[in-house]
């Protein structure tokens, strides 16, 4: 009987033990000092941690004068168990230190406190310091001019020897100050000695020698850790305000018991985070509907003068099933880690995992450190819905060649940024020289050009022909209006039947038209083949001698429009080639005319396509004023929760509810005030898209003969007798006016009411 009780309280101590490892884990570091410098006693902190008064260990400071200040309370709103630290500060006129014994060598925290307090005969928000050890420098000109907010500084540090100093040097004329200090010893497996580059996809090593400042520690997708619940009294911020696309994102978590960190030691430890960071995750939105067009960003500012130290952590709680999971990770837009299966490395679900990472100051070029997860590309094959996670995320800097973490001066006071100086001041000279010679070059065209003018340049009132290139040997540039306009724009052309066909001369302006050549094609500008009217002129429908279909833009006489533009459209459309926008074929300038040839756009104008959901333009200053700009109508609408009545009445019963409210939200991010609260193009193609899909599913539950508005009767209507399609190229706004009141599909936009 006894054995069977000892039995039980076997199974019963051993289960006890798994489920509480995580949370009992301990650790005792060697070296552990806590100093609340200027304070009168000890302070003890919520966390459970007892910081020492500098007076009780005198033998640390070496100071020549003995200057402190405290209150009772300070003006700043934190909600951090170290609050009680910022109270009491120590104070230095001149240089001094803290010196402490390390008995057992090893990267240890060094951790500093700042805060301003008031004394009665110095603005500490007027101080300005450097702090430094031995070997790095931690701040230079440090200042706090902030009165508002608190500064805490957390380091890492390998101490080498049995000597350890933190000293301040006050800048001339000024004052230096502390808070509080710690120097404590982390375990040894706390970082390793080399890292995954991100930009080389090769290793950084030797990562021991180098000092480093932590600038971001993150719980992505959970609250705020505080020291109490981490094992080395760690601080884990919430990633929210750091997450770059929130709506494609939902946070999941699951018991921190049952957390698991893998056997045999090199991976995850409770030391290397807590199971209260691998407990919870944030995860892309409604994976098993959403198509994996985006990626789950956080998004940090950094100091692009340094090199980084990156580590991401990971723990798939949302699989059922091993192999669920796949994903790509990226840093600054470059892969880090491609198709990343969890199950694979840990053998196992709820299993922590950490991998580190090292980019390099020369690729970080916007000041940022962005931080990616997204769907491999071969989630289909592998069977499993779109998804990716991250955990957790830390950001640590790196000393650069000077040995510092701010700035590019050495503890004796040297400056070694000259290499970077002179690279940098290399680079820009270069860039002014070759803007120089370019600069140079050109003045010596429009010189030689000016010497080879016509002498009647003035009298035949041409603009500027002889800086433009000439076709052969002419020098006839648009003249006088009372020649015989024989001469084209850029030089005489005889058109030929011979080359009635060539497109684009060598001088990439286009084709030459003759005016008796458009005669032609339009029918002698019937006023049947007019399809438009703008500031221009009028634009014709006509067909050239082998049967291309172009729309022709004649300048009228009394057109507000003149050569200038005439020029700049040529020479503009003529370089601008997109299947999005019209290409310009050819011109003609003979016989005073200004005519321009365009590539006839069958399906319409871009007006015809973006105005269906409202049936109206977007500013209409015919409709009662609160009608007249569609989006501030639309978000009027909105927010009176009348979001309907914007919609075309003859589309209305098909327009899904949840597509609409999703298409509204994402217009009205767009119209944000502001440009920084506005969503970049992705998130706006992301929406868009969500939103389409929202409508397609809601087309699904209906007839399908009523899901789609029908355009027969609108094709019947349109037609004409003359021949001449009702759809028109779409140039610009010059034409295709007449054929908008006709349009079924806008069937409001005749309308003047308003709705």
Excluded at 437 to 446: N, S
Excluded at 541 to 563: M, Y
């Amino acid at each position: 009987m006894g054995g069977d009780n000892n039995y039980t309280f076997l199974v019963f101590l051993i289960i006890f033990l798994i489920n509480f490892s995580s949370l009992a884990a301990t650790y005792s570091p060697p070296n552990n000092y806590l100093i609340d410098c200027g304070s009168p006693q000890k302070t003890l902190l919520d966390d459970g941690r007892t910081f020492k008064s500098d007076h009780d260990s005198s033998s640390f400071l070496a100071t020549k004068e003995d200057i402190q200040t405290s209150i009772d309370s300070i003006p700043v709103n934190i909600s951090s168990s170290s609050l009680p630290l910022y109270r009491s500060a120590r104070i230095f006129r001149e240089e001094s230190k803290y010196t402490f014994f390390v008995s057992q060598p090893g990267r240890h925290w060094v951790r500093l406190y700042f805060y301003p307090l008031p004394h009665p005969s110095i603005n500490l928000t007027n101080a300005i310091f450097t702090v430094q050890t031995n070997e790095f420098v931690l701040l230079q000109d440090f200042s706090m001019k902030d009165n508002t907010k608190v500064v805490f500084k957390e380091y890492l540090i390998n101490i080498t020897t049995d000597r350890f100093s933190i000293i301040f040097k006050p800048k001339k004329d000024s004052y230096a100050f502390v808070n509080a200090i710690e120097v404590v010893s982390v375990p040894g497996s706390l970082i390793s000695d080399s890292a995954a580059t991100v930009s080389s996809k090769s290793t950084f090593t030797g990562l021991s020698t180098y000092a480093m400042e932590v600038s971001y520690r993150l719980n992505i997708g959970g609250p705020n850790i505080t020291p109490k619940n981490d094992t080395l009294s760690r601080t884990w911020l919430p990633g929210s305000s750091f997450n770059a696309f929130p709506q494609g994102s939902q946070s999941a978590f699951a018991e921190p018991r049952s957390i698991n960190y893998p056997q045999g030691g090199g991976g995850a430890t409770p030391k290397i985070a807590p199971n209260l960071v691998y407990s919870t995750v944030e995860m892309m939105k409604e994976s098993q509907v959403m198509e994996p067009n985006f990626n789950l960003t956080w998004k940090m500012n950094v100091d692009s003068n340094f090199s980084y130290l990156i580590r991401l952590h990971f723990c798939d709680i949302v699989s059922k099933s091993l192999n669920d999971l796949i994903f790509n990770v990226y840093i600054n837009e470059m892969m880090a880690v491609s198709c990343l299966d969890l199950s694979s490395l840990t053998n196992a679900l709820s299993t922590a995992y950490y991998q580190d990472f090292v980019i390099d100051s020369s690729v970080i070029t916007n000041g940022s450190i962005m931080v990616q997860v997204g769907p491999a590309s071969n989630y289909v094959q592998s069977g499993s819905p779109p998804n990716a996670i991250l955990n957790g995320l830390e950001i640590i800097k790196i000393n650069n060649v000077a040995r510092s973490l701010d700035g590019f001066y050495a503890v004796d006071g040297s400056y070694k940024g000259s290499e970077y100086g002179s690279t940098k001041m290399k680079i820009v000279a270069g860039v002014g020289l070759a803007m120089a010679v370019t600069a140079m070059i050109f003045l010596g065209i429009v010189f030689v050009r000016w010497q080879k003018r016509p002498k009647d340049w003035q009298k035949q009132k041409s603009f500027s022909s002889w800086l433009l290139p000439l076709h052969g040997s002419q020098t006839s540039f648009l003249s006088s209006k009372s020649s015989s306009r024989r001469s084209s724009l850029f030089g005489s052309r005889r058109s030929k039947s011979t080359n009635h066909s060539s497109f684009f001369s060598n001088q990439g302006l286009g084709r030459f038209f003759t005016f008796n050549e458009l005669q032609i094609a339009t029918k002698d500008f019937n006023d049947k083949a007019v399809i438009g009217v703008g500031g221009f002129g009028k634009v014709y429908l006509g067909t050239l001698e082998d049967g291309t279909t172009v729309a022709i833009k004649r300048g009228s006489s009394g057109s507000e429009q003149g050569v200038n533009e005439f020029q700049t459209e040529i020479q503009m459309l003529s370089k601008l080639r997109h299947r999005h926008l019209v290409s310009l074929i050819g011109f003609c300038d003979e016989q005073s005319e200004m005519i321009l040839v365009y590539e006839y756009m069958s399906n319409g104008p871009l007006r015809d396509h973006i105005y269906v959901l409202c049936a109206r333009p977007v500013i209409n200053p015919k409709l009662p004023r609160e009608q007249v700009g569609l989006a501030e109508w639309a978000m009027n609408c909105h927010r009176k929760g009348k979001l309907e009545t914007i919609i075309d009445p003859h589309i209305a019963d098909t327009i899904s509810p949840e597509s609409l409210k999703k298409y509204v939200e994402a217009a009205e991010k767009c119209l944000a005030e502001y440009g920084v609260d506005r969503p970049g193009m992705g998130d706006v193609l992301w929406n868009l898209e969500f939103a389409l899909q929202l409508q397609q599913e809601a087309h699904t539950l209906k007839d399908k003969s009523c899901d789609h508005i029908r355009l027969e009767k609108q094709s019947q209507s349109n037609s004409r007798d003359d021949g001449i399609p009702p759809c028109v190229s779409s140039v610009s706004d010059d034409y295709s006016e007449e054929a908008d009141a006709s349009s079924t599909l806008f069937s409001t936009l005749g309308q003047v009411q308003g709705r």
